[in-house]
């Protein structure tokens, strides 16, 4: 028994093991749609104001609508205090939201706007209020918004449609100043990306609802389009902006505002299936928590977002971002200031390199700055210029360190000490490991041991730190000629980030056929100063990275400069005839 009891001890280390060498590896491709909530409420048989019948069947069209689409619905109708809403409805269905739920949340009825905030209405309430009583009394709509993202949701759509006059309602402030409240409601409070409020009308405007038991022209147009296979969230709001607009004489115009840049399909085509599933493993090659950060911002409620979470959960220590050895703004500078001669490219390398993708100062498409641009624009166009002039020759470590400071980012290569002063026996504040993107806040030498330091911090907030630049033997990289220039478009519907990469694709062969070897890769992607469009855009340029390297293209060779285009994602290729 002994000896059974020494042997099985012995083998135990191996059997567990051997265990968790055959459990098998997270499968970040598998499909995790996300759960669909919505809680639909239409108030109808007002007290002491105008009723609104139509209201009840807004909400029961709403209900079947949602549900029709996955969504666990909760239906409410009538209520009758702020009370019973919240104790009886709003607290259970919020105590249901789980991080990445898509949540919708729905009010056909009377609503306002005072001090700045919008409210929904019970069916009792006084056409007279004490400004002291207006929360105690309604239901704020930032608080219900409050509610549900506390709770880490995907996304939350508040759809009012709400912009009801309501006859004689006023605000009692305990002086002369009492006054109607306002028509319509107001700009909402959105507090975090995750959240989209549709209005049923402008603000400041009323909307129509049905006295007469019909659907309001607004939900009416909402349950044409939603259900609408292969619409997303902006094509749905366009249509219903629309036909309401049609149907109502241009007398009211729906409204949308909210802070998430989500491209959320209610009900997808096989086609967006298969586009969102091919942009999620350009993400997983790309390998970065930059990349797929931001594939979570704009596809998190589709069937990859659980998988993006598990990923960062997963990989805390993955690089944040790519590193390159030639500046993104050098290589887009190269090809504009190239007068057909060989171009040598300065390389950035030591401690700390380039990122390889980076925000673009305006580049003009001549060799000299455009008229009216920017100081600091054409001061960089100039000093990159230069830097390419004398890439063959002069201080290798000072010229990377002196592009860095210009480009005012970072990646490690290594794991690098950052040092509390510009010395090197000044004390260790920390370790930054492998892939750590930094900003970079100036250059600093210490005469004493000729050196440079990079003064630089994360995107943490933390305390800043310097790096010192080391570097040697840096030649400069020889790429040849501008040889191919491609911009590409997203497609018209689908996945957004999805671009048409067949012009890319037959280019490149027509040039690997010729002869030329690809030497260096410029991918600039437009300018567009729309909520979340850095990331939208940025992914395309990470599926463009993808078509790529399938045509045998290094991603060590490929940087983007984020901003740098004027439509499209511009695609420059640098090449060597014959070369190997």
């Given at each position: 028994m002994n000896r059974f009891l020494t042997m099985l001890l012995m083998a135990l280390p191996l059997l567990i093991v051997g265990r968790a060498l055959s459990e098998p590896a997270p499968d970040f491709m598998a499909e995790a749609p996300p759960r669909r909530l919505a809680l639909v409420v239409g108030n109808s048989a007002y007290l002491h104001t105008t009723q609104l019948p139509g209201s009840a069947l807004d909400a029961d069209k709403m209900t079947e609508i949602l549900k029709g689409l996955d969504f666990a619905v909760t239906t409410v109708k009538d209520f009758l205090t702020r009370g019973d809403l919240t104790?009886?409805?709003?607290?259970?269905?919020?105590?249901?939201?789980?991080?990445?739920?898509?949540?919708?949340?729905?009010?056909?009825?009377?609503?306002?706007?005072?001090?700045?905030?919008?409210?929904?209405?019970?069916?009792?309430?006084?056409?007279?209020?004490?400004?002291?009583?207006?929360?105690?009394?309604?239901?704020?709509?930032?608080?219900?918004?409050?509610?549900a993202t506390d709770r880490r949701p995907g996304l939350v759509l508040m759809i009012l449609d709400a912009c009801r006059n309501i006859p004689n309602f006023k605000v009692e402030t305990g002086n002369r100043d009492d006054a109607a409240v306002s028509k319509g409601l107001a700009e909402p409070r959105a507090r975090v990306a995750s959240t989209v409020y549709w209005f049923s009308s402008a603000l400041g405007a009323t909307s129509i609802g049905s006295s007469t038991g019909g659907l309001s022209p607004y939900t009416d147009a909402l349950a044409a389009n939603i259900p609408t296979e292969g619409y997303d969230l902006e094509r749905i709001l366009r249509e219903v902006r629309?036909?309401?607009?049609?149907?109502?004489?241009?007398?009211?115009?729906?409204?949308t505002s909210g802070s998430s840049s989500a491209q959320f399909f209610f009900k997808p085509t096989a086609q967006i299936l298969g586009e969102e599933r091919r942009l999620w493993n350009s993400v997983l090659e790309e390998g970065t928590q930059f990349a797929v950060t931001r594939f979570l911002e704009i596809y998190g409620t589709g069937p990859y977002g659980a998988a993006a979470r598990d990923w960062l959960a997963r990989n805390p220590n993955a690089p944040q971002m790519r590193?390159?050895?030639?500046?993104?703004?050098?290589?887009?500078?190269?090809?504009?200031?190239?007068?057909?001669?060989?171009?040598?490219?300065?390389?950035?390398?030591?401690?700390?390199?380039?990122?390889?993708?980076a925000r673009a100062a305006p580049v003009g498409a001549a060799s000299t700055p455009p008229a009216g641009a920017a100081g600091e624009?054409?001061?960089?166009?100039r000093e990159e210029t230069a830097m390419i002039a004398v890439a063959r020759s002069g201080d290798p470590t000072l010229a990377s360190a002196r592009s860095l400071n210009r480009l005012g980012g970072a990646v490690t290569v290594d794991r690098v000490e950052a040092r509390a002063f510009p010395t090197a026996d000044a004390p260790v504040t920390r370790t930054?490991?492998?892939?750590?993107?930094?900003?970079?806040d100036g250059l600093a030498f210490d005469r004493a041991s000729k050196t440079n330091w990079l003064h630089a911090r994360t995107d943490k907030g933390d305390t800043s730190f310097f790096v010192e630049q080391k570097a040697t033997g840096l030649a400069p990289i020889e790429v040849g000629t501008p040889r191919l220039e491609v911009t590409l478009q997203p497609r018209p519907d689908g996945v957004r980030s999805i671009v048409d990469d067949a012009p890319l694709v037959e280019a490149l062969k027509r040039l690997q056929?010729?002869?030329?070897?690809?030497?260096?890769?410029?991918?600039?992607?437009?300018?567009?100063?729309?909520?979340?469009?850095?990331?939208?855009?940025?992914l395309q340029a990470v599926f463009v990275k993808s078509v790529l390297s399938r045509q045998g293209i290094s991603r060590d060779i490929i940087t983007t400069s984020e901003g740098a285009s004027d439509a499209g994602i511009r695609v420059r290729v640098f090449g060597k005839r014959g070369a190997q």
């Open positions: 104790e009886n409805y709003l607290r259970p269905f919020m105590s249901k939201i789980k991080e990445g739920d898509v949540v919708v949340f729905y009010f056909s009825g009377h609503g306002f706007a005072y001090g700045g905030e919008n409210y929904i209405t019970p069916l009792d309430f006084d056409l007279k209020v004490s400004s002291n009583d207006i929360v105690g009394t309604f239901i704020s709509t930032t608080g219900i918004e409050i509610q629309i036909a309401v607009m049609f149907k109502t004489g241009h007398g009211q115009v729906p409204w590193p390159s050895a030639v500046s993104p703004t050098t290589a887009e500078i190269a090809w504009t200031t190239s007068s057909g001669q060989d171009i040598a490219l300065p390389r950035i390398g030591g401690t700390l390199v380039a990122q390889a993708t624009s054409a001061r960089i166009v930054l490991p492998q892939g750590t993107a930094v900003t970079i056929a010729a002869g030329t070897t690809v030497t260096w890769v410029s991918i600039a992607t437009p300018r567009d100063a729309q909520p979340g469009a850095d990331a939208l855009n940025g």
